[in-house]
């Protein structure tokens, strides 16, 4: 049957995709919803490729992490996480750049930390007051950290202009005491994790960014430090030590069947330095016994004792036909 022009003309105007037989779903979108869809015995292999150390971005360097995760199993992780460090600055931007363009272009979802330095020029775990950020008029602390987030919206932006979608995590593990930070509780954390969305998003126009946040393993502090529906996309625990622990997972997974986010484990490490290698296969059976709506979960680096450089059937946890690595 021929279809009447006048019908083609209507088609091509309100619907333009018809004509061109196009998907015009952003990279963003389609990465988010493959994200939402993992669970449930299919579950996402992830691990920090650099934390703030010399770790090299290029994930074919012998100290990247993703490199060696594949050099001792024969596979590479589906999800790979590389760390902006801005207070060592251990590599120039465009170092960091690459080596999230290079993981995409080889079929991995790309993950980004931003180790932001004190704004008040000492160290990163010194203590700081954050209220001059949020000041009218300009001082040194507003200007630091507003020049790190122009120069961190600069790298987004360079990846949005390659089409790369990434899952942004500006403040690893929100409630860590340790770090600059999360010094002044969660109020303050919020307020922060909340200037860096609104800043990149309406004010850089940066569309390209599933945000994602997290908190260490204490009990509570999920949901105490919680930016809100409207800031989070992806909410993660961090579980170091033979316990495998999400003691808010009950709370999280409302959040996944009510308003649609991710929950996953952020940062895990199977067991401590002093215990003896542990069996791998150890998580899968974690999440299918106690928490099968996770979409999966992000193995630390630093030291093989965490992930499956250090541990027993690493090979194995990512050839399980639950695991989703990258083939």
């Given at each position: 049957m021929t279809v009447?022009?006048?019908?083609?003309?209507?088609?091509?105007?309100?619907?333009?995709?018809?004509?061109?037989?196009?998907?015009?779903?952003?990279?963003?979108?389609?990465?988010?919803?493959?994200?939402?869809?993992?669970?449930?015995?299919?579950?996402?292999?992830?691990?920090?490729?650099?934390?703030?150390?010399?770790?090299?971005?290029?994930?074919?360097?012998?100290?990247?992490?993703?490199?060696?995760?594949?050099?001792?199993?024969?596979?590479?992780?589906?999800?790979?996480?590389?760390?902006?460090?801005?207070?060592?600055?251990?590599?120039?931007?465009?170092?960091?750049?690459?080596?999230?363009?290079?993981?995409?272009?080889?079929?991995?979802?790309?993950?980004?930390?931003?180790?932001?330095?004190?704004?008040?020029?000492?160290?990163?775990?010194?203590?700081?007051?954050?209220?001059?950020?949020?000041?009218?008029?300009?001082?040194?602390?507003?200007?630091?950290?507003?020049?790190?987030m122009d120069r961190?919206?600069?790298?987004?932006?360079?990846?949005?202009?390659?089409?790369?979608?990434?899952?942004?995590?500006?403040?690893?593990e929100s409630d860590?005491?340790?770090?600059?930070?999360?010094?002044?509780?969660?109020?303050?954390?919020?307020?922060?994790?909340?200037?860096?969305?609104?800043?990149?998003?309406?004010?850089?126009?940066?569309?390209?960014?599933?945000?994602?946040?997290?908190?260490?393993?204490?009990?509570?502090?999920?949901?105490?430090?919680?930016?809100?529906?409207?800031?989070?996309?992806?909410?993660?625990?961090?579980?170091?030590?033979?316990?495998?622990?999400?003691?808010?997972?009950?709370?999280?997974?409302?959040?996944?069947?009510?308003?649609?986010?991710?929950?996953?484990?952020?940062?895990?490490?199977?067991?401590?330095?002093?215990?003896?290698?542990?069996?791998?296969?150890?998580?899968?059976?974690?999440?299918?016994?106690?928490?099968?709506?996770?979409?999966?979960?992000?193995?630390?680096?630093?030291?093989?004792?965490?992930?499956?450089?250090?541990?027993?059937?690493?090979?194995?946890?990512?050839?399980?036909?639950?695991?989703?690595?990258?083939?």
């Amino acid at each position: 049957m021929t279809v009447p022009r006048f019908i083609i003309i209507v088609l091509f105007i309100f619907f333009p995709c018809f004509a061109s037989g196009k998907n015009h779903t952003s990279p963003r979108a389609e990465v988010f919803a493959y994200l939402r869809s993992r669970g449930n015995g299919s579950y996402l292999f992830g691990q920090v490729a650099t934390w703030v150390h010399n770790e090299n971005p290029d994930m074919d360097h012998a100290t990247n992490w993703l490199k060696k995760v594949y050099d001792h199993t024969g596979r590479m992780p589906r999800y790979g996480c590389v760390t902006y460090d801005f207070h060592d600055d251990p590599f120039p931007d465009s170092a960091w750049n690459k080596g999230v363009k290079e993981m995409w272009d080889r079929g991995m979802i790309v993950g980004i930390f931003t180790f932001y330095a004190n704004p008040s020029g000492r160290s990163w775990n010194a203590p700081v007051d954050i209220d001059p950020i949020f000041a009218p008029g300009s001082n040194p602390t507003k200007a630091n950290f507003y020049n790190q987030m122009d120069r961190m919206a600069s790298n987004l932006r360079w990846l949005k202009d390659q089409g790369i979608p990434v899952i942004y995590t500006p403040f690893v593990e929100s409630d860590d005491r340790n770090k600059w930070h999360a010094k002044e509780g969660s109020e303050n954390a919020i307020k922060l994790y909340r200037l860096v969305h609104d800043y990149f998003q309406n004010v850089k126009g940066l569309d390209n960014i599933i945000w994602a946040y997290h908190t260490t393993s204490n009990h509570g502090a999920l949901e105490k430090y919680y930016p809100g529906d409207a800031y989070a996309d992806v909410l993660g625990k961090s579980a170091y030590g033979s316990g495998l622990n999400f003691s808010e997972y009950r709370w999280a997974v409302e959040k996944k069947k009510n308003s649609g986010k991710v929950i996953w484990w952020a940062e895990l490490g199977i067991r401590d330095s002093s215990d003896p290698p542990r069996d791998c296969m150890d998580v899968v059976k974690k999440l299918e016994n106690s928490y099968p709506e996770l979409a999966g979960f992000v193995f630390w680096s630093d030291d093989g004792h965490y992930n499956v450089l250090g541990n027993k059937n690493g090979a194995e946890l990512m050839t399980c036909p639950k695991i989703i690595t990258l083939k």
